[in-house]
């Protein structure tokens, strides 16, 4: 049995229709204000359809136009929520509203995803995530000199 298209969705319903994992939805919730699902006892989530229009707007500006969180961010400031929704609502063609950005604001879309992986650096880790790294690459490298040594076994 399907829900009418005016039903509420709960978190998990959203998650499969957008085909976008649950934490990434609180994520946006946290990055863009303009998200505001109703919560219930327990702090379930509560998605209205207009709720719904608006991440797949921002899943759209993210995934398929490249645009970066504070890209979007800027779109929600310069064409507002209702520009986002109605990105959400269309089929593949990009709203006439959104404008190329201006020079002073350069810095809206993403570098294209087929781009080299940059290297992060660690300088920005505590101590203690450092440690964990550096734990980890150490078991790694065991690793795969264990699986060396069964290769030439």
């Keep these: ?4 298209p005016q039903a509420f969705r709960t ?3 959203v998650s499969s229709e957008l085909d976008v994992p649950q934490h990434v939805l609180r994520f946006w919730e946290s990055k863009f204000s303009q998200i505001r699902p109703m919560k219930r006892g327990g702090g379930r989530r509560y998605y209205r359809p207009e709720d719904v229009d608006l991440l797949r707007g921002i899943q759209r500006l993210l995934y398929n136009d490249g645009f970066t969180i504070k890209g979007v961010q800027k779109v929600f400031r310069d064409q507002g929520a209702k520009f986002v929704t109605e990105a959400g609502r269309s ?4 709203p ?3 404008s190329v950005p201006s020079a002073e604001s350069e810095a809206v879309p993403a570098p294209p995803r087929a781009a080299a992986p940059q290297r992060s650096t660690v300088e920005g880790l505590s101590a203690t995530d450092r440690k964990t790294l550096q734990s ?3 078991t790694l490298k065991e690793a795969q000199a264990a699986l060396k040594s069964l290769k030439s076994s």
Excluded: P, Q
């Design 91 to 94: 089929n593949g063609t990009r």
């Design 11 to 13: 978190i998990s319903e």
């Design 1 to 4: 049995m399907t829900k009418s």
């Design 96 to 98: 006439a509203v959104l």
């Design 136 to 138: 980890a690459l150490s």
